[in-house]
């Protein structure tokens, strides 16, 4: 489980304990094992609703920390999709190169072969030539 995945899971449950204070002090619910309500242990209406300010102010900075975990894991994940992609690119890179060095070597073969066969009639022409001229002059 991923740092980002962590958070969320934990603002997650933040949210929800949010949630339940907002609806508790909303509805001035009696807390069990207790017999006074949420105003009656705050001790005025005025406490409550700041409570309530200062709850639903915490929330709102659960889901602005969410919008920006949320935006943290959606950016890991393109810089993993893109390593992969640039990983599988220099594979295919590397293939092309080593597939090009063979060809290289290939034909280096073959035009030294073919360089060797020209010199080889090169100086079998001037045989023949030597030996129709020298037969020329003989004859």
């Given amino acids: 489980m ?24 909303a509805s001035d619910s009696v807390v069990p094992g207790e017999d006074v309500g949420v105003v009656g242990l705050l001790g005025s209406d005025a406490d409550a609703q700041s409570l309530s300010a200062a709850v639903t102010a915490a ?26 992609r640039r990983r599988r690119r220099l594979g295919e890179y590397q293939s092309l190169v080593l597939e090009l060095e063979h060809w290289v070597l290939e034909a280096r073969g073959k035009i030294g072969a073919a ?11 001037d045989i023949h030539a030597a030996e129709v001229n020298g037969l020329a002059i003989l004859g």
């Fill in 59 to 84: 929330r709102t900075r659960l889901v602005a920390a969410r919008t920006e975990a949320e935006r943290a894991a959606a950016r890991a994940e393109r810089e993993v999709a893109e390593r992969t």
């Fill in 115 to 125: 360089a060797k066969l020209a010199s080889l009639r090169a100086v079998r022409d």
């Fill in 2 to 25: 991923t740092t980002v995945q962590i958070t969320l899971d934990t603002l997650d449950g933040l949210e929800s304990t949010a949630s339940d204070l907002e609806a508790r002090i």
